[in-house]
């Protein structure tokens, strides 16, 4: 019974990540929010906006490496620029 509970707290706390912003947050939390990001690809995204400036668009995402378009889709809607 624990187990399932365990599980259904995952579960819960993964579809209620809160949307962030991706030209203020650290890379902990980038990889807490979006899917599919881990912490390496979110290091990557702090180094872009650090070396390029902020995110004008969330399609600009796919300039940094290892993230695609598909990436950028599943997370659009956690995506907050300013």
Same mark, same amino acid.
């Given at each position: 019974?624990? *187990?399932?509970?365990?599980?259904?707290?995952?579960?819960? @706390?993964?579809?209620?990540?809160?949307? $962030? #912003? =991706?030209? %203020?947050?650290?890379?902990? %939390?980038?990889? +807490?929010?979006? %899917?599919? =990001?881990?912490?390496? /690809?979110?290091?990557?995204?702090?180094?872009?906006?650090?070396? /390029?400036?902020? @995110? *004008? %668009?969330? +399609? +600009?995402?796919? #300039? $940094?490496?290892?993230?695609?378009?598909?990436?950028?889709? /599943? #997370? /659009?809607?956690? =995506?907050?620029?300013?």
């Amino acid at each position: 019974m624990k *187990k399932i509970l365990v599980l259904m707290a995952a579960v819960s @706390f993964n579809v209620m990540a809160a949307p $962030v #912003n =991706i030209n %203020t947050a650290d890379a902990k %939390t980038i990889s +807490e929010s979006l %899917t599919h =990001i881990g912490l390496k /690809k979110a290091e990557a995204i702090v180094k872009y906006r650090t070396e /390029k400036g902020p @995110f *004008k %668009t969330v +399609e +600009e995402l796919t #300039n $940094v490496a290892g993230i695609g378009n598909k990436t950028v889709e /599943k #997370n /659009k809607k956690d =995506i907050l620029l300013q």
